[in-house]
């Protein structure tokens, strides 16, 4: 491509926001290029993310069903892990995906600029490339779509090695099953990359801040869910403040104390997890002096329309607020290309789906019951086990339950909670449920196939209003 390209959109990041911006935004006719600096298309989801972490969990949750719950099922084998291969299994998804999103970008006529893309100002970003050579663009409209990066402990300094110390991106590609393993933090990331460490075989320490885990999630899911890992082996230490996470002559070691006060303690490991979230990436791209606002938080400020402080510059993505999940970044790049192309877009942020992919799963949309309380909306709560569930009987798949919270008064549905086998796949219909403003009635008048495990999510609603059937 040629220096002084003038596109209408260019966008700076290959995520899930930026690629999904860019190929809507080409279907709508206009004129695309996305600034990507890293080797391959996709961004932290397809690379570093979702795609790998989901490869692995299926991978070692096979392997670990293979060990313990075949033999019930009257399948005989005796597994053997090479992890090898499960890493190229891991590492051939990956390319496929990315590889996928590169045929798009042909496809949609999309030119990747390889390189550093840098705000200059509103119109106008720079690229600067692995040689060094920096070449300017034109753009009508720049969204900034660069993601996030994994945040260290605040007020720690951690010395990432990713064989050691690890992020999420080390723990990914660990080459051997460490026998030990600390997961400092007890969120989403921590506990998928420390179930498929666990099941492999490691004895998976959580050290969690807080007096829960999945901080944010409905409060009797979390306390459940938490049973289910103990009985994994889990170790927890809740309500504890990492203060210390340093190498050692065999691994690291980790040392906390509690959060409400007390003498701290120092436990060692082969390996050390640290994953206490991730922050807005916004590292050399030029923001301060183009004027883009930042928030307290270290993100691009926007508004209802992905507008940032400086006009033809918007942002979308991990880098603005919201929950940092792939779904809503590519949901907000899509309204995003459309607002460009004239449209009207928009997302929903009362229905965003959120899903923990270890064994069994769990899966939320909606509100919890604390976020009801809190702002004083009476409900209702219907409940139904798996374990009164014919499928889930005959897949050996009896953990868990559906939890649906309804408007007291009008029935509405607020929120769905499901800890369970597949539940990342039965939120949905309760999340279009709720996109059509539906009750727990409707749900429970819909015709469900039997015998699916998505029949406790109808007996759930049942049970809002009247009494399930099945148990
Ligand atoms: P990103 O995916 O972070 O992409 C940003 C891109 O911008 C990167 O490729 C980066 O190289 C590029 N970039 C940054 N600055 C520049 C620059 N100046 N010039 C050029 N390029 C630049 N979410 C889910 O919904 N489901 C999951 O199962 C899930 N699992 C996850 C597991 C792990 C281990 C991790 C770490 C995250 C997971 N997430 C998951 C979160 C998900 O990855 C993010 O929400 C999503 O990637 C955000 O997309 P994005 O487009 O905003 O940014």
């Known amino acids: 491509w040629e220096a002084k390209m003038a596109y209408d959109v260019v966008v700076i990041g290959s995520g899930p926001g930026g690629y999904v911006c860019a190929i809507k935004a080409a279907q709508l006719g206009l004129k695309v290029a996305v600034v990507e600096k890293n080797a391959t298309l996709g961004g932290t989801c397809l690379n570093v993310g979702c795609i790998p972490s989901k490869a692995l969990l299926h991978a070692s949750e096979v392997f670990h069903e293979a060990g313990h719950s075949f033999d019930t099922l009257g399948v005989e084998v005796s597994p053997k892990l090479n992890l090898k291969k499960m890493m190229a299994h891991k590492d051939a998804t990956v390319s496929s995906n990315v590889g996928g999103v590169a045929f798009l970008f042909k496809k949609n006529k999309i030119d990747w600029l390889k390189g550093t893309g840098k705000v200059l100002a509103a119109g106008r970003v720079a690229v600067t490339g692995e040689n060094g050579k920096v070449d300017e663009v034109e753009a009508k409209n720049i969204v900034i779509a660069t993601g996030s990066d994994v945040a260290g402990i605040p007020g720690v300094d951690v010395a990432f090695d990713e064989k050691v110390i690890v992020s999420s991106t080390g723990a990914l590609s660990l080459a051997k099953t460490p026998g030990t393993l600390v997961v400092v933090g007890g969120g989403v990331i921590g506990l998928e990359l420390g179930s498929v460490w666990a099941r492999l075989g490691a004895k998976v320490t959580v050290v969690e801040f807080l007096d829960n885990i999945l901080g944010g999630m409905d409060g009797e899911v979390a306390k459940q869910f938490q049973r289910m ?112 192309a004239g449209q009207a877009g928009h997302v929903n942020y009362d229905v965003i789906p959120s899903v923990v992919y270890t064994s069994p799963e769990i899966a939320s949309v909606g509100k919890t019951e604390e976020e009801l309380k809190k702002v004083g909306i009476e409900y209702k709560v219907g409940k139904f086990p798996f374990s009164a569930n014919a499928r889930a009987r005959a897949t050996l798949h009896t953990d868990g339950f559906v939890k649906i919270l309804a408007d007291k008064a009008s029935d509405r549905v607020l929120g769905v909670h499901i800890v369970g086998f597949g539940a990342g796949e039965l939120i949905q219909e309760a999340s279009v449920l709720m996109e059509f403003g539906g009750s727990s009635e409707d749900l429970a008048r819909t015709c469900h196939p039997h015998p699916t495990m998505s029949e406790a999510v109808k007996e759930a609603a049942l049970a809002t209003f009247f009494k399930p059937i099945h148990i």
């Open 229 to 340: 890992l103990a009985k994994q082996g889990f170790d927890f230490r809740l309500g504890s403040k990492v203060t210390a996470v340093k190498k050692v002559k065999k691994g690291a070691s980790v040392t906390f104390e509690p959060v409400k006060g007390g003498d701290p303690e120092t436990v060692d490991a082969d390996v050390v997890l640290v994953a206490t979230g991730r922050k807005p990436y916004t590292e050399g791209l030029g923001l301060a002096e183009a004027g883009v606002e930042l928030d307290e938080r270290g993100r691009v400020r926007t508004d209802g329309h992905y507008r940032t402080s400086v006009p033809g510059i918007y942002a979308i993505g991990d880098v603005i607020v919201g929950p940092m999940l792939a779904h809503k970044a590519e949901d907000e790049g899509v309204a995003l290309a459309e607002i460009l």
